[in-house]
């Protein structure tokens, strides 16, 4: 975790999955932001976005599995 309150796991794959939970994410009080990143940097269409809003833990555990999966 960063001071901005971010996180990024790398996977085995390459790809990243960042969490976002400070004022200007899109996230409440238990929920973060989520993206995935690809290993060439650019963001990764999941859910219907590239980037996810109010993530709770479950929501998180399954972007990092199918980030995982790609």
């Known amino acids: 975790m960063d001071k901005n309150r971010k996180a990024v796991i790398t996977?085995?794959?390459?790809?990243?999955v960042s969490m976002i939970?400070?004022?200007?994410?899109h996230c409440g009080p238990h929920?973060?932001?989520?993206?995935?990143?690809?290993p060439s940097g650019e963001f990764v269409t999941w859910d219907g976005?590239?980037?996810?809003?109010?993530q709770g833990s479950r929501d998180v555990a399954r972007t990092l599995t199918f980030a995982a999966s790609l």
């Open 11 to 16: 996977l085995p794959n390459r790809y990243q």
């Open 21 to 25: 939970w400070h004022d200007v994410a």
């Open 31 to 38: 929920t973060v932001e989520t993206a995935i990143i690809d």
């Open 49 to 54: 976005d590239d980037v996810q809003a109010d």
